[in-house]
């Protein structure tokens, strides 16, 4: 089995990663995913190359698939089942690997995060950040859980597993050139297209 440099890595990687690929295929996510990344694109402009970190079976890569239709995708996964599901969507290029360990094969134009970085150990958010802005050619897109200090809550009965803080300002911060260009939150009691409490920021270089 491989050995991670975190607990957080072990346990998307094994069964309780298996078990999140049959919370995650619902059509209804696909549509809000549309949805949700339509806003996001709103002030974009020139996107051809796209990656996610934490792509899981690609639901976000599909919704995105479907507004940039010209544009090529990869994805980043730690999980080993996920990861090869992801590698069925066509012209996507999947990465089975932690996003810890991802080394930038080439610069994209839009990279992105949604529910990944609020599993990342804390100690190690310096590091992604790095890898999310080194492999960004313009756009950096974080949509994650928002709290304006770092807190950590129980996830579905396992402590140390869902961190919360403004991974987006965090980012501002590091990095002089980086810009917030839009930002929004989707209510998880939505009237059509529903997401989990989710705060998204655009950034641009």
């Known amino acids: 089995m491989t050995k991670f440099k975190t607990e957080q890595e072990q346990f998307w990687a094994t069964e309780f990663g298996d078990d999140y690929i049959s919370r995650n295929c619902d059509p209804r996510l696909l549509a809000s995913n549309i ?39 990869s994805g980043v996964e730690i999980n080993e089942k996920a990861a090869q599901e992801l590698a069925k969507i066509p ?31 804390p100690n190690e958010l310096n590091a992604m950040y790095e890898k999310l802005y080194a492999t960004a050619r313009r756009y950096v897109c974080i949509a994650e859980y928002y709290n304006p200090s770092p807190v950590g809550i129980p996830y579905r009965g396992h402590q140390n597993r869902l961190f919360k803080r403004d991974f987006a300002g965090e980012m501002l911060d ?26 998204w920021f655009l950034l641009s270089k």
Do not use: C, W
């Open 174 to 199: 590091a990095y002089a050139d980086l810009k917030l260009i839009d930002y929004g939150f989707i209510y998880h009691r939505d009237n059509n297209f529903r997401q989990d409490d989710i705060n």
């Open 35 to 73: 949805a949700l990344f339509s806003k996001i694109l709103e002030k974009t402009s020139g996107i051809t190359s796209v990656i996610e970190f934490g792509a899981n079976i690609g639901m976000n890569i599909l919704a995105m698939k479907q507004l940039l239709p010209f544009a090529t995708f």
């Open 91 to 121: 012209d996507v290029k999947a990465f089975h690997q932690s996003v810890l360990d991802f080394i930038p094969d080439y610069m994209r134009d839009f990279v992105f995060t949604k529910g990944i970085l609020i599993h990342i150990n």
